[in-house]
């Protein structure tokens, strides 16, 4: 039989795919190759009354970012990816995005999905380019989980 190899390096290569049991012992910590688009739930913080998602796709070695806020502000809101996670955010954005505008925006990354799942990352939006200490949402980045509400002692103002 001429297909009986063929169908043997078929079964090997299933059965390796499959293999391991309960214990996560010798296997690799790095994020699996991810095709599919991943959802952040971006959660409300400083008592912005903004809430939304940010979807992040594959796009060649890079990553789309959109990012869709039920949003009540007038003005632009800066946007970023940060190291760490939305509850002790590294100050230096990781990665700039392009301004919420209407709650809106959509940035193309010069990272791929792959690597920013693999470590712990978040995505925050500011209130404004005047108050950038003051954080409207935030979501962690393959975690999924919402992050612990921050308030400031900045009063509100009048940028929205």
């Known amino acids: 039989m001429k297909s009986c190899p063929l169908a043997f390096a078929a079964l090997v290569a299933c059965a390796l795919a499959g293999c391991g049991g309960g214990s996560d012992a010798g296997r690799s910590t790095t994020a699996p190759h991810v095709a599919a688009p991943v959802e952040i739930q971006l959660q409300e913080q400083s008592a912005s009354g903004e809430v939304g998602t940010a979807t992040l796709t594959a796009a060649s070695g890079k990553t789309k970012v959109v990012i869709d806020l039920v949003s009540h502000a007038a003005n632009?809101?800066?946007?970023?990816?940060?190291?760490?996670?939305?509850?002790?955010?590294?100050?230096?954005?990781?990665?700039?995005?392009?301004?919420?505008?209407?709650?809106?925006?959509?940035?193309?990354?010069?990272?791929?999905?792959?690597?920013?799942?693999?470590?712990?990352?978040?995505?925050?939006?500011?209130?404004?380019?005047?108050?950038?200490?003051?954080?409207?949402?935030?979501?962690?980045?393959?975690?999924?989980?919402?992050?612990a509400q921050t308030y400031t002692t900045d009063e509100e103002g009048g940028d929205y």
């Open 76 to 147: 632009d809101q800066p946007a970023h990816i940060h190291r760490a996670t939305c509850t002790d955010l590294d100050a230096t954005p990781a990665y700039p995005l392009n301004d919420v505008v209407g709650g809106k925006s959509t940035t193309v990354v010069a990272a791929s999905l792959t690597s920013l799942l693999a470590k712990h990352y978040a995505i925050n939006v500011h209130r404004s380019a005047k108050k950038l200490n003051e954080y409207v949402v935030c979501g962690n980045i393959g975690r999924n989980e919402a992050p």
